[in-house]
């Protein structure tokens, strides 16, 4: 009777084991999806601190420009002008990234 007692403990230990190694890989699984939504997740959030940066520089050129005593012909051109040396600036930049 002893014999059977400690089989029967040695197979709920084993179906115990099995459902605890089962369930460890379940979560590794969902810490993995976890970690690639984290790393999306803050990807998109250095492009967007990114465009924040960009819109701020676009927005101090256009104080800038607004503030200047030109006339509107030449304002707009200065405008065009900054913004197109803004885009250059940006693509030599990524081209280094």
């Known amino acids: 009777m002893a ?3 400690i089989d029967q403990k040695l197979q709920d230990l084993e179906t115990n084991l099995k459902s605890l ?3 460890q890989q379940k979560e ?10 984290s790393d999306q997740l803050q990807s998109e ?3 967007l601190k990114a465009q924040l940066v960009d819109f701020q520089n676009q927005h101090k050129i256009a104080k800038i420009v607004s503030s200047t005593t030109v006339e509107k012909e030449e304002s707009a051109e200065l405008k065009n002008k900054l913004n197109e040396y ?3 600036i940006d693509r030599c930049i ?3 990234s």
């Open 3 to 5: 014999a059977e007692t």
């Open 21 to 23: 190694i089962l369930s």
């Open 28 to 37: 590794r699984e969902a810490k993995d999806q976890l970690q690639q939504k």
């Open 45 to 47: 959030v250095d492009g």
């Open 86 to 88: 803004i885009k250059e």
């Open 94 to 96: 990524s081209h280094l």
